[in-house]
């Protein structure tokens, strides 16, 4: 029996569909049962890469399904697929040819942010255009494949994932010109945090707008992608009606473009350096060929040390109250004179010197568990596998301490604490705080302006001030105007009148273009500057200031363009990850300068103070403050927001940078490998000749960092 007499009836439609959701089903469980998760369903962090797995999984599935019909019906599919095989089939040039112009401009964006020599720049383009090539044919093929076995009238369903690859491309190109990220990485974190919530991905984005009219917008690009892709095979049709590709001379040629980029992939290694070969393999996710350079410089195997919780089973010696400033988005250079008068006079006269300063990571979540947890950033992951089993999480070492210290504990901030488990992993789920503020998507307080809301907290705080005890409160103030958009209070006046009114950035823009909204961001920390000087007239008035710990730190920084990108969470590197750290200790205290500090070191400093012996903190990575150091500590920076480039981890010390690269870097857990991927001083790259010589100069600038975070640091 011929294909085309069983084609289209009943069973047809119930078999291919039946294909479908037989191939959807694992993923579908999830939402009824979150533990039943398929061996091949990626951890939650990985939403793009487990929607690309189910793609796969949906045109094979179809393919079977049709494939069994025809079985079932005795129509043999081998004399379908031998007829396709040999015969021309319709080929879209217009799709193809604009999909390859677009993926190739994708992958040749990603070489511009590389530092390659010119004839490693074009032999790596060539690599990754002949990629492009076979990624494509293959992508078709399989649609076509998929569309043979389907009902007439469904034939062209397996046509929209081709369909919506120049969109993807496109969009991708752009997420990597403004941020130096991937689309994936985006979509990725989409449920990283356990249940996709779109508003509230929205809001921590900074983006005012409702879901339904995102996935309205989505809906409609998608379905004029797909138009077009119509339009474009009726154009190849018209324009070229007999072109057309017999898929076996097709799968000849891509076999012939494999042994291209294997040439190319192997030739590298007798003329491209080392630092070029590693660049170019780790800017990219698809790989043809096992040929690959080694990860870095050197590798190791590495045992991370676990977090062990203070033991703080005895009270405080002192209950000063202790005032914490969060501020969003901060970096260390941005408090200067002009427009954070207050704050640059309260940190050179006020606070506890210090050299440079260092947030735990590139990310708001990271960080705040950093300083809140005296604990490594990742660690955040294991907090929310507790969260997404359904368990009860404890606060928080630094809440903890203050709780059963008798503190009065107050937290006010204007975000919506639920994204990302923020409040839990820090003040407990459920919270151990007399007061915990945030604005819930969908609240009355979050349809107010930032300024506002911040201005509403601040009055809250010193009203709760006037009624409170002599000592022993604690408040946490989180300002989110520094973050992009930037903005400030319509009452305040800014300093800088020439500023980006909209916030907006440009791709490639000129100097002025980012002085402008680098302005736009000054105005914004001059309001959270005037805000935070308004709340220590106050304690001054109400005789609470002298006896006070106050802290000012950012989450982390805020880039301008320095490394070719906007805003954070696409690098570790300076512009992100150093932020203003200031600390003023109750009057009397002895608190020796520092030649740098990060916000690891709070937690054990607090400590310290509160009259906890040594013992207590000595096994959090973090060092206290109040304590004098012969030599200066390794700060560390970690991250699964690395960009583009791949970079997951930093080591400051002194005047060196030492960066680290691994497999897996957007996943929150920590890896057992890891590689050296430079070591940079003030004169630029250490470039030395061989693994021996950087584990040698690792260790001669970074004496003390293997011990501190790792209970195994072998050199492989």
């Given at each position: 029996?011929?294909?085309?007499?069983?084609?289209?009836?009943?069973?047809?439609?119930?078999?291919?569909?039946?294909?479908?959701?037989?191939?959807?089903?694992?993923?579908?469980?999830?939402?009824?049962?979150?533990?039943?998760?398929?061996?091949?369903?990626?951890?939650?962090?990985?939403?793009?890469?487990?929607?690309?797995?189910?793609?796969?999984?949906?045109?094979?599935?179809?393919?079977?399904?049709?494939?069994?019909?025809?079985?079932?019906?005795?129509?043999?599919?081998?004399?379908?697929?031998?007829?396709?095989?040999?015969?021309?089939?319709?080929?879209?040039?217009?799709?193809?040819?604009?999909?390859?112009?677009?993926?190739?401009?994708?992958?040749?964006?990603?070489?511009?942010?590389l530092p390659l020599g010119t004839g490693e720049f074009f032999s790596a383009a060539a690599g990754r255009i002949l990629t492009a090539l076979i990624v494509l044919s293959l992508i078709w093929i399989g649609a076509r494949i998929a569309s043979l076995s389907a009902p007439r009238k469904l034939r062209m369903l397996p046509w929209v994932i081709p369909a919506l690859i120049p969109g993807f491309l496109g969009a991708d190109a752009l997420a990597i010109i403004f941020w130096k990220n991937s689309l994936r990485f985006v979509?990725?974190?989409?449920?990283?945090?356990?249940?996709?919530?779109?508003?509230?991905?929205?809001?921590?984005?900074?983006?005012?707008?409702?879901?339904?009219?995102?996935?309205?917008?989505?809906?409609?690009?998608?379905?004029?992608?797909?138009?077009?892709?119509?339009?474009?095979?009726?154009?190849?049709?018209?324009?070229?009606?007999?072109?057309?590709?017999?898929?076996?001379?097709?799968?000849?040629?891509?076999?012939?473009?494999?042994?291209?980029?294997?040439?190319?992939?192997?030739?590298?290694?007798?003329?491209?350096?080392?630092?070029?070969?590693?660049?170019?393999?780790?800017?990219?996710?698809?790989?043809?060929?096992?040929?690959?350079?080694?990860?870095?410089?050197?590798?190791?195997?590495?045992?991370?040390?676990?977090?062990?919780?203070?033991?703080?089973?005895?009270?405080?010696?002192?209950?000063?109250?202790?005032?914490?400033?969060?501020?969003?988005?901060?970096?260390?250079?941005?408090?200067?004179?002009?427009?954070?008068?207050?704050?640059?006079?309260?940190?050179?006269?006020?606070?506890?010197?210090?050299?440079?300063?260092?947030?735990?990571?590139?990310?708001?979540?990271?960080?705040?568990?950093?300083?809140?947890?005296?604990?490594?950033?990742?660690?955040?992951?294991?907090?929310?596998?507790?969260?997404?089993?359904?368990?009860?999480?404890?606060?928080?070492?630094?809440?903890?301490?203050?709780?059963?210290?008798?503190?009065?504990?107050?937290?006010?901030?204007?975000?919506?604490?639920?994204?990302?488990?923020?409040?839990?992993?820090?003040?407990?789920?459920?919270?151990?705080?007399?007061?915990?503020?945030?604005?819930?998507?969908?609240?009355?307080?979050?349809?107010?302006?930032?300024?506002?809301?911040?201005?509403?907290?601040?009055?809250?705080?010193?009203?709760?001030?006037?009624?409170?005890?002599?000592?022993?409160?604690?408040?946490?103030?989180?300002?989110?105007?520094?973050?992009?958009?930037?903005?400030?209070?319509?009452?305040?006046?800014?300093?800088?009148?020439?500023?980006?009114?909209?916030?907006?950035?440009?791709?490639?823009?000129?100097?002025?273009?980012?002085?402008?909204?680098?302005?736009?961001?000054?105005?914004?920390?001059?309001?959270?500057?005037?805000?935070?000087?308004?709340?220590?007239?106050?304690?001054?008035?109400?005789?609470?200031?002298?006896?006070?710990?106050?802290?000012?730190?950012?989450?982390?920084?805020?880039?301008?363009?320095?490394?070719?990108?906007?805003?954070?969470?696409?690098?570790?590197?300076?512009?992100?990850?150093?932020?203003?750290?200031?600390?003023?200790?109750?009057?009397?205290?002895?608190?020796?300068?520092?030649?740098?500090?990060?916000?690891?070191?709070?937690?054990?400093?607090?400590?310290?103070?509160?009259?906890?012996?040594?013992?207590?903190?000595?096994?959090?990575?973090?060092?206290?403050?109040?304590?004098?150091?012969?030599?200066?500590?390794?700060?560390?920076?970690?991250?699964?927001?690395?960009?583009?480039?791949?970079?997951?981890?930093?080591?400051?010390?002194?005047?060196?940078?030492?960066?680290?690269?691994?497999?897996?870097?957007?996943?929150?857990?920590?890896?057992?490998?890891?590689?050296?991927?430079?070591?940079?001083?003030?004169?630029?790259?250490?470039?030395?000749?061989?693994?021996?010589?950087?584990?040698?100069?690792?260790?001669?600038?970074?004496?003390?960092?293997?011990?501190?975070?790792?209970?195994?640091?072998?050199?492989?």
């Amino acid at each position: 029996m011929e294909a085309k007499n069983v084609r289209d009836r009943p069973g047809h439609f119930l078999f291919w569909g039946g294909g479908i959701l037989v191939a959807l089903l694992p993923y579908l469980l999830l939402f009824v049962k979150p533990e039943w998760r398929a061996s091949w369903i990626l951890d939650p962090g990985r939403f793009a890469d487990n929607l690309a797995i189910a793609m796969r999984h949906v045109l094979i599935g179809a393919t079977l399904g049709g494939w069994l019909w025809f079985l079932i019906n005795r129509v043999n599919p081998t004399s379908t697929l031998r007829s396709w095989w040999k015969t021309p089939n319709p080929f879209n040039w217009v799709w193809f040819v604009l999909s390859l112009t677009i993926y190739s401009i994708h992958n040749i964006l990603v070489l511009m942010n590389l530092p390659l020599g010119t004839g490693e720049f074009f032999s790596a383009a060539a690599g990754r255009i002949l990629t492009a090539l076979i990624v494509l044919s293959l992508i078709w093929i399989g649609a076509r494949i998929a569309s043979l076995s389907a009902p007439r009238k469904l034939r062209m369903l397996p046509w929209v994932i081709p369909a919506l690859i120049p969109g993807f491309l496109g969009a991708d190109a752009l997420a990597i010109i403004f941020w130096k990220n991937s689309l994936r990485f985006v979509i990725n974190k989409i449920d990283e945090d356990g249940p996709i919530d779109i508003a509230r991905q929205l809001a921590a984005g900074g983006i005012h707008h409702s879901p339904a009219v995102v996935i309205t917008a989505f809906l409609i690009f998608g379905a004029v992608l797909c138009g077009l892709c119509y339009a474009s095979f009726r154009l190849s049709k018209k324009t070229f009606p007999k072109m057309g590709y017999k898929p076996a001379f097709i799968l000849f040629t891509l076999g012939l473009t494999w042994g291209g980029i294997a040439a190319e992939k192997a030739s590298g290694f007798a003329w491209k350096s080392r630092k070029a070969l590693r660049m170019e393999h780790n800017s990219y996710e698809i790989h043809l060929t096992p040929i690959k350079p080694e990860p870095g410089v050197v590798s190791y195997r590495a045992t991370w040390k676990q977090p062990v919780r203070p033991d703080i089973s005895t009270h405080a010696t002192s209950q000063p109250d202790i005032f914490f400033f969060m501020l969003e988005s901060v970096r260390a250079d941005a408090i200067s004179e002009r427009h954070a008068p207050f704050l640059t006079k309260f940190r050179d006269q006020e606070c506890q010197q210090v050299g440079k300063t260092w947030a735990g990571s590139n990310a708001t979540h990271l960080s705040w568990f950093s300083v809140f947890n005296g604990q490594l950033p990742p660690f955040w992951g294991d907090a929310m596998e507790t969260i997404r089993d359904g368990k009860d999480l404890p606060a928080s070492p630094f809440i903890e301490i203050l709780k059963k210290s008798n503190f009065n504990l107050e937290a006010r901030t204007i975000c919506d604490l639920s994204y990302l488990g923020m409040g839990s992993t820090n003040f407990g789920s459920p919270h151990e705080l007399g007061v915990l503020k945030s604005a819930p998507n969908g609240s009355d307080f979050e349809n107010l302006p930032y300024a506002e809301r911040e201005r509403q907290n601040l009055e809250e705080t010193m009203e709760a001030l006037r009624n409170a005890p002599s000592s022993g409160n604690f408040h946490l103030l989180a300002y989110d105007t520094p973050h992009f958009d930037y903005s400030w209070h319509d009452s305040f006046t800014p300093p800088y009148s020439d500023y980006e009114p909209s916030g907006g950035f440009h791709a490639y823009p000129t100097h002025e273009d980012i002085e402008r909204v680098r302005r736009r961001y000054f105005n914004a920390i001059a309001w959270t500057d005037h805000e935070i000087s308004r709340f220590v007239d106050f304690l001054k008035e109400e005789g609470r200031y002298d006896d006070a710990i106050i802290i000012v730190t950012g989450d982390h920084g805020e880039e301008f363009q320095e490394n070719g990108s906007w805003f954070h969470c696409s690098s570790v590197e300076p512009e992100q990850t150093a932020v203003p750290l200031m600390i003023k200790w109750p009057k009397g205290t002895e608190a020796p300068d520092q030649i740098s500090a990060s916000h690891l070191d709070v937690l054990p400093s607090l400590l310290d103070h509160l009259g906890y012996p040594e013992s207590t903190f000595s096994s959090l990575p973090g060092h206290s403050l109040l304590k004098t150091r012969d030599e200066e500590a390794t700060q560390i920076n970690i991250t699964s927001y690395c960009g583009i480039m791949g970079i997951a981890m930093a080591w400051h010390r002194g005047d060196y940078t030492a960066t680290f690269r691994w497999e897996n870097p957007w996943a929150t857990q920590l890896p057992d490998t890891i590689s050296l991927d430079d070591i940079t001083g003030s004169d630029g790259s250490l470039n030395l000749e061989n693994p021996e010589q950087w584990d040698l100069a690792l260790k001669k600038h970074f004496p003390d960092a293997a011990e501190r975070y790792f209970s195994k640091f072998e050199k492989k």
